[in-house]
């Protein structure tokens, strides 16, 4: 019988851990299930990458813009719900001395360079994959907590983080994928087929569990 290809683990570096320097030729991954290939994670990266650097820039243009000007209205402040100077304003949104979309634009870049790097044909080591699998998982963890913060302690929604939010969330969800189907994570084939499968449901089930968690706690608003 022939076997599924979903189940097939990628014979290469990631697994051994050659090629120190993290970087190599790429070697042919047409085994692994379509969004799992090289070009298409680049892809994945490249575009999720822009969009989060987009909405992270979009930040720091208003966080300068109320540093100049406290009255400043940002580009999201629609109503008292939905306003990105609410939170902007708030200590949540500078928890390390400084506006937290200074951190999205470097880690988008780093995305979005590891992207192109792949859609260039590089190959990374095992190590590298791994490194980037946890910084991405830091990420969201930091997502959580600003959403849990924005939510249920600042009382307002920032539109742009909330699109960091879904992208932290499709990065998470297909870079653990990813990393499970081509052994970087060890799992066995069957619990690397379940998890392709899952991936897509998982990422649509978190981003509207955060939907859900916005319309109960704001119900008041929405049901009159």
Same mark, same amino acid.
């Given at each position: 019988? =022939? @076997?599924?290809?979903? +189940?097939?683990?990628?014979?290469? #570096?990631?697994?051994?851990?050659?090629?120190? $320097?993290?970087?190599?030729?790429?070697?042919?991954?047409?085994?692994?299930?379509?969004?799992?290939?090289? $070009?298409?994670?680049?892809?994945?990266?490249?575009?999720?990458?822009?969009?989060?650097?987009? $909405?992270?820039?979009?930040?720091?243009?208003?966080?300068?813009?109320?540093? =100049? #000007?406290?009255?400043?209205?940002?580009?999201? #402040?629609?109503?008292?719900?939905?306003?990105?100077? +609410?939170?902007?304003?708030?200590?949540?949104?500078?928890?390390?001395?400084?506006?937290?979309?200074?951190?999205?634009?470097?880690?988008?870049?780093?995305?979005?360079?590891?992207?192109? @790097?792949?859609?260039?044909?590089?190959?990374?080591?095992?190590?590298?994959?791994? +490194?980037?699998?946890?910084?991405?998982?830091?990420?969201?963890?930091?997502?959580?907590?600003?959403?849990?913060?924005?939510?249920?302690?600042?009382?307002?929604?920032?539109?742009?983080?909330?699109?960091?939010?879904?992208?932290?969330?499709?990065?998470?969800?297909? +870079?653990?994928?990813?990393?499970?189907?081509?052994?970087?994570?060890?799992?066995?084939? =069957?619990?690397?087929?379940?998890?392709? #499968? $899952?991936?897509?449901?998982?990422?649509?089930?978190?981003?509207?569990?955060?939907?859900?968690?916005?319309?109960?706690?704001?119900?008041?608003?929405?049901?009159?």
């Amino acid at each position: 019988m =022939k @076997s599924d290809p979903r +189940t097939r683990h990628a014979p290469d #570096d990631e697994r051994d851990g050659a090629h120190a $320097a993290g970087v190599a030729l790429a070697e042919d991954d047409r085994s692994m299930p379509g969004l799992y290939r090289r $070009a298409r994670m680049g892809w994945l990266y490249v575009i999720g990458g822009i969009i989060g650097f987009l $909405a992270a820039g979009e930040l720091v243009l208003d966080e300068l813009a109320l540093l =100049k #000007d406290p009255n400043h209205i940002t580009s999201c #402040d629609i109503n008292p719900l939905i306003s990105c100077g +609410t939170v902007m304003k708030s200590a949540q949104a500078h928890l390390f001395g400084f506006p937290n979309p200074f951190i999205g634009i470097v880690a988008f870049g780093v995305i979005i360079t590891v992207g192109a @790097s792949l859609l260039s044909g590089a190959r990374f080591a095992r190590w590298y994959w791994l +490194t980037l699998n946890v910084g991405i998982a830091l990420g969201f963890v930091f997502c959580v907590w600003l959403w849990s913060q924005a939510v249920y302690v600042i009382g307002a929604l920032c539109i742009y983080c909330m699109i960091v939010w879904a992208v932290m969330i499709v990065l998470l969800v297909h +870079t653990t994928v990813r990393n499970l189907s081509h052994g970087v994570i060890p799992a066995s084939p =069957k619990v690397a087929a379940i998890a392709q #499968d $899952a991936a897509w449901p998982v990422a649509v089930l978190l981003a509207l569990g955060v939907v859900v968690s916005i319309f109960l706690r704001f119900a008041g608003l929405f049901i009159r």
